[in-house]
Nanobody, 111 residues
Framework: QVRLTESGGGLVQAGGSLRLSCAAS????????LEWHRQAPGKQRERVGL???????RVEDSVKGRFTISRGNAKNTAILQMTSLLAEDTGVYYC?????WGQGTQVTVSP
């Protein structure tokens, strides 16, 4: 069983930056693709971006130019670097991989 743990959420002012981390542990065979999703209050969960097992990353158009995804130093970690944050980026950010969801980390951007 794969377990995903997110960290790095918090409260930031608009225009600021946050760095989220997702670490996969447990029954992980080699490198796995990891995705970042988010869910704003009252809205459906949406994908923010992903990084494949070989390290190729892409983000959705809604955050392109502001968010980037990369691998962390440890195997099977994914970093979501968020810059120029907007109030509409507020939500719970989830990591997904190995058919498993993390517990989520709250990101709040104050206007």
């Amino acid at each position: 069983q794969v377990r995903l743990t997110e960290s790095g959420g918090g409260l930031v002012q608009a225009g600021g930056s946050l760095r989220l981390s997702c670490a996969a542990s447990g029954n992980v065979d080699g490198r796995i693709a990891l995705e970042w999703h988010r869910q704003a209050p009252g809205k459906q969960r949406e994908r923010v971006g992903l990084i494949g097992a070989l390290g190729v990353a892409r983000v959705e158009d809604s955050v392109k130019g502001r968010f980037t995804i990369s691998r962390g130093n440890a195997k099977n970690t994914a970093i979501l670097q968020m810059t120029s944050l907007l109030a509409e980026d507020t939500g719970v950010y989830y990591c997904y991989g190995g058919e498993t969801w993390g517990q989520g980390t709250q990101v709040t951007v104050s206007p």
